[in-house]
Every structure is written in C-alpha cells, then in structure tokens.
C-alpha cells in the first residue's frame, strides 16, 4: 500500500531524541544520541527504539499541513541560528503535567523552548513561517516551492490526530433504473 511518513520530525519516545525524515522514507530509529543530561538509551544497537511522529503540526486555511518548524521555533534570535550538521534536538514532557507548557524542545547547543507559546496567533509570524503550500498526501512538500497566499496570522499550530486536521468529504451515490430495458443497456455497456 503506497504511503508516506508523515509527520516527518520523530522523537523517541524513551530519550528524546529527534530526528526529521523524509516522506518516503524507513521507520527511523533511534540512534542513542548520548546527552549531558536526563534519559538516555543504550548505544547498543538490539535497544535501537522505533521513532514515534511529533504530535504538533501545523496548518493554513487553504488545506495545507506542514510539520511544525522545531528548530527554527527552539533557535528564535540564538546566535548562532540552527546548524542541521552540528545541533540535536531533543523533545521532553516535564514533570506530572500533560499540558501543552510541559512539552519542551531542547537543541544540543543550549537553545530550548515550550511550545505553548506557538499555539498563541501570530506566534509563527514572529519566526518568519510561512505556509509554503505543502500537501503531504500528495507528496508536495515545502521544498516544492507551491507557495500559499494565507495570511501568516491565520497558521494554526493543532496536534496531528485532531479532530480539526482532517475531514472526510465522503459521497454515496445509488442508481435506479427505471425500467428493465435501462438496466439491460446498463449492463451491456451500451448506455
């Protein structure tokens, strides 16, 4: 069955770690990044986990869904900005709370941020996202360059399985033949 990974930022879901893949791409897993600080997994590879798709993404009026801009969202005005070479991000749920403030971001250089914050309207703005048109179900991806004409304050940052991501538009149609000679056309293919 033709399908594509979406979300494509994953975290593990033991340390933390995260990693961003392509549409098309194999399960990830875990590579047990070994950080300073807080949970980290076995460097030997038969404890590899499997890579769990971030729950935050982010969408436009128009139908487009774009994964939510992590790194650039965690490296706001840091100098210097996000190097995808040399900076691991790492997701964590703080304490006993399951609100959006204890989900936080955190990059190998030092950078860290909450999303609750993105959540707020205009939040996106203020990193410069845009909406660049994206539609991963069809494999367009922002590096297609469609574009969108949304206004940046209209981006909504929703969790993925989100009853307000995706509605089905589902159509039912039945025919009734009226008489029998219609059907025999019908079913000889000659109407």
Same mark, same amino acid.
């Given at each position: 069955?033709? %399908? ?27 590579? $047990?990044?070994?950080? +300073? ?6 460097? /030997? ?5 499997? !890579? ?44 006993? +709370? %399951? %609100? ?7 990059? +190998? ?9 993105? !959540?707020?309207?205009? $939040? !996106? ?18 590096? /297609? ?8 304050? /209209? !981006? ?5 399985? %989100? +009853?307000?991501?995706?509605? $089905? ?12 000679? /219609? ?9």
């Amino acid at each position: 069955i033709p %399908a594509v990974r979406f979300p494509t930022w994953h975290y593990c879901p033991f340390c933390g770690k995260m990693q961003k893949v392509g549409l098309y791409s194999a399960h990830p897993y875990c590579d $047990a990044y070994q950080w +300073s600080h807080g949970r980290k997994c076995k460097a /030997d590879s038969r404890y590899n986990r499997k !890579l769990v798709p971030e729950r935050f993404v982010v969408v436009c009026p128009n139908g487009h869904i774009d994964d939510f801009p992590i790194a650039e969202w965690i490296h706001e005005g840091c100098k210097p900005p996000y190097n995808s070479e040399t900076c691991r991000i790492r997701r964590s749920t703080g304490g006993t +709370s %399951a %609100a959006l403030t204890g989900v936080r971001y955190e990059c +190998s250089c030092g950078a860290s941020k909450s999303i609750a914050a993105a !959540l707020r309207p205009g $939040a !996106l703005e203020k990193i410069g996202y845009h909406c660049e048109g994206a539609s991963p179900w069809l494999g367009i991806t922002p590096a /297609d360059g469609i574009g969108c004409d949304c206004k940046p304050e /209209d !981006l909504k940052v929703v969790q993925r399985g %989100a +009853s307000n991501v995706w509605f $089905a538009d589902i159509k039912s149609s039945i025919y009734i033949p009226t008489d029998a000679e /219609d059907t025999n056309r019908r079913i000889l293919g000659v109407l």
